[in-house]
């Protein structure tokens, strides 16, 4: 099994959707399994896409110069842990009703056109198939799948654009305002690895 986990949390120490992806891993350790993790934490910044970027991205790849290459190098990297993970462990703390500027700079970069989704007839067709990912949504007073949330529907929608459909939601929300949540994480946690 390889696991990508990806960070988007700004606290390190803190951070719920950072603990509980830990928790997840951990569990997958003590029912017997052995994960090759690949962590991606997007504390550290990625950096903007640009118009060098865009250009590199919308030439074909044959007649592409040594500066588009590099343009690109750092999608291709992050590209190439989606390719190999069998499973995306992502932490979604809720910013503002949304997602993190971080995550929204690694969805970015991870989104292009035939490498992660190819445009055919019937539109957009994801490219990054037989994956599932477990999506670790974290907020102090927004309610999951509610009408201000705008984070959990839209990573399930760039999910399934790139070819992710099995998409499972561990909601550890609301947990400035209610004392059960975050234990209660922890239960669909431990529920979900024993049934792995």
Not at 172 to 185: G, I, P
Request: proline letters at 4%; a negative charge.
């Amino acid at each position: 099994m390889n696991i990508l986990r990806i960070y988007s949390s700004a606290q390190t120490e803190t951070a719920q959707s950072r603990r509980l992806t830990d928790r997840i891993i951990e569990g997958l350790h003590e029912n017997g399994h052995a994960p090759v993790i690949t962590t991606r934490d997007l504390d550290t910044p990625l950096p903007q896409i640009d118009g060098a970027w865009i250009t590199a991205n919308s030439t074909p790849e044959a007649e592409r110069t040594d500066a588009d290459h590099a343009a690109l190098a750092l999608s291709d990297s992050l590209i190439g842990e989606i390719e190999a993970a069998d499973t995306l462990i992502i932490g979604l703390p809720v910013y503002n009703f949304s997602v993190p500027a971080s995550l929204k700079l690694w969805i970015d970069l991870i989104c292009r056109a035939r490498r992660t989704f190819a445009y055919s007839e019937d539109g957009p067709k994801g490219l990054m198939t037989g994956k599932k990912a477990i999506v670790v949504f974290a907020s102090g007073g927004t309610p999951f799948g509610s009408d201000i949330d705008f984070a959990s529907g839209y990573i399930r929608h760039i999910l399934g654009f790139i070819g992710i459909s099995d998409v499972t939601f561990i909601a550890a929300d609301r947990h400035f305002m209610d004392d059960t949540a975050l234990s209660r994480a922890d239960a669909e946690v431990d529920a979900l690895v024993k049934s792995s």
